[in-house]
């Protein structure tokens, strides 16, 4: 049985463009290899008009429903994202209709918990390798932006046990990832499959946050070059000259650089988490693999043993 992929990730103010020009795929650079853009007219949007920024409707929203007349801190939570999908065996043995049903009814697990317009965006992603939806959710909660105290470790733990229940009342054949606890050298299939489901996950996990950077890697080029096209050395001067409408537009981008490191700062953190539970998967990988030795050492001794009782039986003497 395929296992279900629910990873969540928190976004502030600063990220929540790069995270749009991602969904979004509005990318002023080439697009990662891993994008099949003959596909991407595939993609949709299960909850946003494709013509509304995330910014329009996630600070809009937040601002009209908020208790307090205070301004949003700038490193305020404003969006938790959850990276929903599953293995690619999983999704070839769906139709595309099938599909959407899946991302869909996944979708409606989240409203049911947090409210229909808590939902900020549902992108689904077809132009992959792997179907996946990103899913937004405002963490408020009675007029209050308070992500900590809406995804707590309990929280997201009963996500993990009841999402997958959700989808297999609705028909899917899915689970969840299993707890770790003491394997059965009898279910030593089971754990294989699921050791490749989980490095698949990790894959796709980095795929995502690889085309992060790549878009931070092209705006801060960008960034460079027009600097560089803005700005005159007098002949006899050790100073820069700069234009006044020059100037307005770098203090802009020096903002989006601004936002840019703290992207890479962000997205750093969690490629070491990524490099942390590969290290972990091929833990896992090496015990599966000094089991199934130590079971078919077992079974040979067992096979050794069973052709001397059978030579010494009554029955061939």
């Known amino acids: 049985m395929s296992m279900l992929i629910a990873r969540m990730r928190k976004i502030n103010r600063g990220t929540l463009t790069i995270i749009e ?13 891993e994008i099949d853009t003959t596909l991407t007219c595939l993609n949709y949007d299960l ?8 910014r329009k409707a996630v600070i809009g929203y937040i601002n009209q429903n908020k208790a307090s007349n205070r301004a949003l801190r700038k490193d305020a939570i404003l969006v938790v994202e959850w990276l929903i999908s599953s293995d690619s065996a999983f999704f070839i043995s769906l139709s595309t209709e099938e599909i959407r049903r899946f991302f869909q009814t996944a979708l409606e697990f989240f409203q049911k918990r947090y409210g229909i317009s808590n939902i900020a965006y549902a992108q689904v992603h077809l132009d992959e390798p792997i179907p996946h939806m990103h899913l937004g959710v405002v963490p408020l909660r009675e007029g209050r932006l308070t992500a900590k105290t809406v995804f707590t470790r309990e929280e997201l733990r009963n996500i993990q046990a ?22 059965n050298p009898l279910k030593l299939e089971e754990e294989w499959e699921q050791l490749a489901q989980e490095k698949e996950a990790l ?66 953190e969690v490629n070491k988490d990524l490099l942390l539970e590969n290290k972990n998967l091929k833990y896992k990988n090496q015990e599966l693999i000094n089991i199934s030795e130590r079971v078919a050492s077992e079974n040979k001794q067992l096979r050794e043993r069973l052709a001397k009782l059978k030579k010494t039986s009554p029955e061939n003497n």
């Open 47 to 54: 909850v946003l008009d494709s013509s509304i920024s995330y």
């Open 162 to 183: 009841e999402l997958p229940d959700y989808l297999t009342h609705a028909g899917f054949d899915i689970s969840r990832g299993q707890k770790k606890k003491a394997r």
């Open 203 to 268: 894959a796709l996990e980095r795929q995502t946050f690889q085309a992060y950077l790549q878009a931070i890697d092209s705006e801060t080029k960008q960034f460079q070059e027009k600097l560089n096209s803005w700005v005159t050395f007098p002949r006899f001067s050790k100073t820069a000259k700069l234009s006044h409408e020059h100037y307005q537009e770098l203090c802009d981008l020096l903002e989006q650089a601004k936002k840019a490191m703290n992207i890479s700062k962000i997205t750093k």
């Open 21 to 33: 020009n991602h969904n979004k795929r509005k990318f002023k650079s080439p697009l990662p290899k």
